[in-house]
């Protein structure tokens, strides 16, 4: 099935940016069928849809709390997905996943492959 590897994050100040990048592999659709997003879970709280991109370079969706600041961009002949991660806040702290799914569903949580995520410390 679909495998997903995050990486890219890592301790940063405040203010800082960040580029993460999602490596998809096992596809069993050409990747510019799927949709994608980027999620994060801190410790104690719940997990939150931040950034999407639908299918056959769709529309884009973002969270309020990164709208401006953050940026997803597919790279559909290297199967890679990236968020560029800029003004980064230390309330942005959280572990990161990515996320994909033949169906487009924007910033719903309902996507059926799933990454092991990346950290990323903003201090």
């Known amino acids: 099935h679909v495998q997903l590897v995050e990486s890219g994050g890592g301790s940063v100040q405040a203010g800082g940016s960040l580029r993460l990048s999602c490596a998809a592999s096992r596809l069993h659709y050409d990747f510019d069928n799927f949709s994608m997003g980027w999620f994060r879970q801190a410790p104690g709280k719940e997990r939150e849809a931040i950034a999407a991109i639908d299918k056959r370079n769709g529309p884009t969706f973002y969270a309020e709390s990164v709208k401006g600041r953050f940026s997803i961009a597919k790279d559909n002949a290297n199967h890679t997905l990236y968020l560029q991660m800029n003004s980064l806040k230390p309330e942005d702290t959280a572990t990161y996943y990515c996320?994909?799914?033949?169906?487009?569903?924007?910033?719903?949580?309902?996507?059926?492959?799933w990454g092991k995520g990346t950290q990323v410390t903003v201090s």
């Open positions: 996320a994909a799914d033949i169906r487009p569903l924007g910033l719903r949580q309902t996507y059926g492959y």
